[in-house]
């Protein structure tokens, strides 16, 4: 079940989650694999604590890795991801359902490399679903500030 803050964003905004009825999907390769997308598809939200003591979720592509030179760079200070602990209690979503919407008081940072993509999926608030939206869509919801702080994916 969706949380309300997110249920209440994606209704003024026109969108529809997909909640998977079996298991969860906590990583971007569980859920491209349960969505039939490519893993830079999934967009993944990451909490980072930064030594100013802000907090800020970075979205990036799930098949791609932070660079923490480029995220020092972006953000002006050095920063750590948060733990479980520190992002439930910052965002209200665990990590693995951490949605970009309906959050305050945190900024919101959209790595530039999810233009690429077409169809994003963030998720909605749980380890099980996740938004079908564009690039435009999702930074327009989250007025998100635009950063390069991602590697290319590594190809195998």
């Given at each position: 079940?969706?949380?309300?803050?997110?249920?209440?964003?994606?209704?003024?905004?026109?969108?529809?989650?997909?909640?998977?009825?079996?298991?969860?999907?906590?990583?971007?390769?569980?859920?491209?694999?349960?969505?039939?997308?490519?893993?830079?598809?999934?967009?993944?939200?990451?909490?980072?604590?930064?030594?100013?003591?802000?907090?800020?979720?970075?979205?990036?592509p799930g098949d791609r890795k932070v660079s923490n030179p480029k995220l020092k760079a972006a953000l002006g200070v050095k920063s750590r991801m948060a733990t479980a602990e520190e992002t439930l209690a910052a965002t209200g979503f665990k990590p693995g359902g951490v949605c970009p919407f309906g959050l305050e008081g945190i900024e919101i940072l959209l790595d530039q490399s999810l233009a690429d993509y077409g169809t994003l999926y963030p998720a909605a608030g749980t380890d099980s679903s996740g938004v079908p939206l564009d690039f435009q869509t999702l930074q327009r919801i989250t007025a998100g500030r635009l950063v390069d702080c991602s590697d290319p994916p590594v190809r195998e």
């Amino acid at each position: 079940m969706l949380p309300d803050k997110v249920r209440q964003v994606l209704e003024a905004h026109g969108l529809k989650a997909i909640e998977f009825e079996e298991g969860s999907t906590p990583t971007s390769v569980l859920a491209a694999q349960k969505l039939g997308v490519a893993v830079g598809n999934i967009a993944k939200s990451l909490l980072f604590l930064g030594k100013d003591g802000r907090y800020r979720l970075l979205v990036c592509p799930g098949d791609r890795k932070v660079s923490n030179p480029k995220l020092k760079a972006a953000l002006g200070v050095k920063s750590r991801m948060a733990t479980a602990e520190e992002t439930l209690a910052a965002t209200g979503f665990k990590p693995g359902g951490v949605c970009p919407f309906g959050l305050e008081g945190i900024e919101i940072l959209l790595d530039q490399s999810l233009a690429d993509y077409g169809t994003l999926y963030p998720a909605a608030g749980t380890d099980s679903s996740g938004v079908p939206l564009d690039f435009q869509t999702l930074q327009r919801i989250t007025a998100g500030r635009l950063v390069d702080c991602s590697d290319p994916p590594v190809r195998e």
